[in-house]
């Protein structure tokens, strides 16, 4: 129960960043979808096996608490749940970058589909590729920053 | 590390679940039968958020509005008094009784002919010991000037609204003011006829200064409320000021005697001080 608890509000704040920075850096035409990056994190990293159950329930949370269209982060939730794990003995071989370049594009795989489901009317190549951009390099730093900080962020991404 | 590899069993469980996000989304898309739900969520997010408000922060921010409008409160107070304070000493200078200016020959700068405003240094009490003064003999008290206009305020007299408090004798980043009550002190004072003159001393009393005079040289018959005023005799304080009435008569012997005049200005009844020079 404290587990899930922790779960939930974690989602709560992830989620409230995440729709506080989006306006900012929309401007720079970047999409910066920080919910689902650190769900994949956390499919990544936990030692339990993560269901498509608890994919498909925390994506419609997120749905719920983002305002979108219900089913849709409950689908893609459940689709990189089902990557993450079917390349799990994969990743054992992935160098740091590989793996880098694996969230990079599940995120912009993520911010395609939603801009195609969502924003159909306005959607944007160069958003795509900057974006994509954007999510490497942020893996890549959120990857020196847990070499820096084995600690804090005990293991590695 | 994620975990295992997802059997087949486990494969369509996958499928399954996108696909049921997939029909949800697609109804959801399409008929948008899902708002109620939606509406639900938001207004219970507002209503926390405005409970959580409420609750938590509105009390600590209600506090804090009423220190600061309690401090802005007694910061315009404070400001008004001043202003007040200003206005009665301009008013103590420009009245009839006490027309400061008049002695032409002593002082030269109370006003500003071309502004139309008063030149004199305003000053703000910085230190009166309030026991010594009501008990013993050393009457001084330190002012700081809050605008200033002379380039010296050395033997500058002190004025309140009610009248002359004394004078400054050292001139520093404080004024140091000697009062008309310190025993070390004297000032000039005649009566309104001008046919009595005499220095009167400091009693070493609060309001009180001490006359001494032969009344076999000065023959004015003194009674006492009888009034006295500045001689401007030694250059220091202006004429025709008054200083206060006489409350006693003390015979010491045929050619003493001494007057008990009480003076009318207080320096313990306001904060604010003009300092003007001669």
Wanted: proline content about 3%; charged content about 15%; hydrophobic content about 45%.
């Amino acid at each position: 129960m404290k587990d899930f608890s922790k779960k939930i509000i974690f989602i709560f704040l992830i989620n409230y960043i995440d729709l506080s920075i989006a306006p900012i850096i929309s401007k720079a035409l970047i999409i910066f979808p920080l919910t689902f990056l650190s769900y994949s994190l956390y499919v990544y990293r936990s030692n339990k096996n993560i269901g498509p159950i608890e994919g498909f329930l925390i994506g419609l949370l997120v749905d719920l608490i983002s305002g979108n269209f219900f089913g849709i982060n409950a689908t893609l939730f459940c689709i990189i749940t089902y990557l993450i794990n079917i390349y799990s003995n994969s990743f054992k071989i992935f160098s740091y970058l590989q793996v880098c370049i694996f969230f990079g594009v599940s995120a912009t795989g993520y911010i395609g589909f939603s801009q195609l489901a969502l924003n159909l009317y306005n959607f944007s190549y160069s958003t795509l590729l900057i974006s994509f951009i954007f999510n490497i390099l942020f893996c890549i730093f959120i990857t020196i920053l847990s070499s820096y900080f084995p600690k804090t962020i005990n293991t590695k991404i | 590390m994620a975990g295992k590899i997802p059997t087949s069993g486990q494969k369509i469980l996958y499928l399954s679940f996108v696909f049921l996000g997939s029909i949800i989304f697609y109804f959801d898309f399409t008929t948008n039968s899902f708002q109620s739900i939606k509406n639900g969520y938001t207004s219970f997010k507002i209503s926390s958020i405005f409970l959580i408000k409420e609750t938590t922060i509105e009390p600590f921010k209600n506090f804090f509005n009423l220190t600061k409008s309690k401090e802005n409160l007694i910061q315009e107070n404070n400001n008004l008094k001043e202003a007040l304070d200003i206005s009665n000493l301009n008013n103590y200078l420009i009245s009839k009784e006490n027309i400061f200016y008049k002695d032409k020959n002593i002082i030269q700068y109370p006003i500003d002919k071309k502004n139309s405003s008063f030149t004199y240094s305003i000053a703000k009490i910085k230190y009166i010991n309030h026991n010594i003064f009501n008990c013993c003999d050393n009457h001084r008290m330190y002012i700081e000037l809050i605008s200033s206009n002379l380039s010296s305020n050395l033997e500058s007299v002190v004025f309140n609204n009610s009248g002359i408090i004394g004078q400054v004798i050292t001139d520093e980043k404080y004024l140091e003011v000697i009062l008309l009550t310190d025993i070390d002190h004297s000032i000039p004072i005649k009566s309104k006829s001008e046919s009595f003159y005499c220095n009167a001393r400091g009693s070493g009393r609060a309001n009180i200064i001490i006359c001494s005079y032969n009344p076999l040289v000065w023959d004015e018959d003194i009674l006492l409320g009888k009034e006295f005023f500045t001689s401007g005799l030694g250059g220091i304080f202006p004429k025709d000021i008054i200083i206060g009435n006489v409350v006693n008569i003390i015979d010491i012997d045929s050619t003493k005697k001494d007057l008990e005049i009480k003076l009318f200005a207080d320096p313990l009844e306001s904060d604010l001080f003009g300092v003007i020079r001669n």
